[in-house]
């Protein structure tokens, strides 16, 4: 799986270097700005970018904006991105295409190394990976009166789980209860908020929208 890394800290770069590629990765590239990513996007075939949010030249968003436009030039690019905080806007506009393959966490994450490894394979595989405090403050922001109000309290729950990536099965075992169970819940929340069944779109990664942006 080929993969490119975008952070300006050379310790920290160097370190998810030597982290992937000792969990059969091949890192193709590794840059310090959003130049030198955006350049690594357009001109190498990846399988996945982790990108960190603040770069030169001015240390706001550009690593973060350099995804957003290279997904927009080709949609479905998976692209994990890494933030000291959650950037809120962009956040929302980086899951705004329902297309799924993006992950979201917080640096803290990558000290769980086991955890971290695994979001990147899931956002490569086409999943949506957040941080349980990006779902938080996403959720602190929504609208009211958004379809997700059908949702009882435990489905709810349930959702915020499959925000974070996790497999019925997971959130099965997270909530100690079957994994029947929560297939329940989650064919309940796709009628709730209006996702019938369809060969073409990723009811999960549509119920996480809609249950992040209302």
């Not at 086409?126 to 009882?152: F, H, I, Q, Y």
Request: no cysteine; net charge negative.
């Amino acid at each position: 799986m080929r993969v490119v890394i975008a952070e300006d800290l050379a310790l920290l770069r160097d370190g998810l270097t030597r982290l992937l590629e000792a969990n059969g990765f091949t890192v193709v590239a590794a840059v310090d700005n959003a130049p030198s990513l955006a350049k690594a996007l357009r001109e190498i075939d990846v399988d996945v970018a982790v990108v960190d949010v603040r770069m030169p030249p001015t240390f706001t968003d550009e690593g973060l904006r350099t995804a957003i436009d290279a997904r927009a030039a080709r949609p479905g690019l998976p692209v994990l991105v890494l933030s000291q905080y959650v950037e809120q806007l962009y956040a929302r506009e980086l899951l705004s295409s329902g297309e799924g393959a993006v992950g979201y966490l917080l640096k803290d994450r990558v000290a769980d190394v086991e955890r971290f490894v695994d979001a990147v394979r899931h956002v490569a595989d086409g999943g949506t990976v957040l941080d349980p405090e990006v779902v938080s403050v996403l959720l602190s922001k929504a609208a009211a009166n958004r379809p997700v109000d059908r949702l009882t309290e435990r489905e709810r729950e349930v959702l915020g789980l499959m925000a974070e990536g996790r497999s019925n099965a997971a959130i099965a075992g997270r909530l100690f209860v079957t994994e029947k169970a929560i297939a329940k819940h989650t064919n309940s929340i796709f009628a709730k908020l209006d996702l019938p069944v369809s060969e073409d779109d990723n009811r999960r990664v549509l119920a996480v929208l809609a249950y992040l942006q209302g």
